[in-house]
C-alpha cells in the first residue's frame, strides 16, 4: 500500500507511511511553556511512554521541553499517526486544564511530522532531540536535562556510543567547540 497524504488548510502535509520512522514535533499553543513545572513534563512523558506501544509506535527517543516536544518512533501502520496524536495531545491537554484550572482552554496548537528518510537523516534527528534542551537553554549540560530518553542510551550503550553517534552524524546547527559530546554531558 502507498502512502497516504493529508493535507488542511494552514496545517502541513502529512505522509502516513507504513512501516517508518518519524520524527514528530509538538508545539504548544502561542508557545505558552504550559509545561514549565517538572510534573508536567514527567506526566507528559508517561503518557508518551504509555501509550505508544497502543498505537504500534516503538519509541526511538524522545524530548521534552517546556513549551514543545520531539519524538523518534518507528510506525507499523501509517494510519495510527494521526490518531496517537489526537489521543495524546486530548489526554495531556485535558489533564493540564484540571491542573491549571483552564477548563476549555487550547494547549497544543499543531503537529509536525517528518517521515525519515535514511540512516543519517534518522541518526541527526536523534542527535538533534537529545542536544535541543541546550540550543533553547535549559541548560548548559545535558545531564542537567532528564526529560529526554538520553539517559537510557547512556545506560544501554555508554559515552562512547553517543559521542560516536554525535560525530558520525552531527547535526550543523549545534556546532559545538570540539564534536566532543561527552564534553557536552559530563561535568568537567
Known sequence: MSPRRTSHRHNPTHIYA?????????????????????SYKQYLQEQL????????????????????????????????????LRR???????????WDKQSGRQVWWNYWDWCIRSEQDYWQHFNYIHYNPIKHGYVQKLR?????????????????WLDDCWRS???????IENDDFEVILREQ
Open 49 to 84: 511512554l504509555n501509550l505508544a506501544p497502543s498505537y504500534g509506535l516503538t519509541l526511538k527517543a524522545w524530548g521534552i521541553l517546556n513549551n514543545h516536544y520531539h519524538i523518534l518512533f518507528q510506525l507499523e501502520n501509517g494510519e495510527n499517526l494521526p490518531r496517537f
Open 169 to 175: 552524524y552531527p547535526v550543523r546547527e549545534f556546532q
Open 88 to 98: 495524546f495531545h486530548s489526554r495531556t491537554a485535558t489533564t493540564f486544564n484540571e
Open 18 to 38: 507504513n512501516d517508518a520512522s518519524y520524527f514528530v514535533t509538538g508545539a504548544m499553543l502561542y508557545h505558552v511553556h504550559v509545561l514549565e513545572l517538572a
Open 144 to 160: 542537567d536535562w532528564p526529560y529526554s530518553s538520553l539517559f537510557i542510551y547512556l545506560e544501554r550503550e555508554g559515552y562512547e
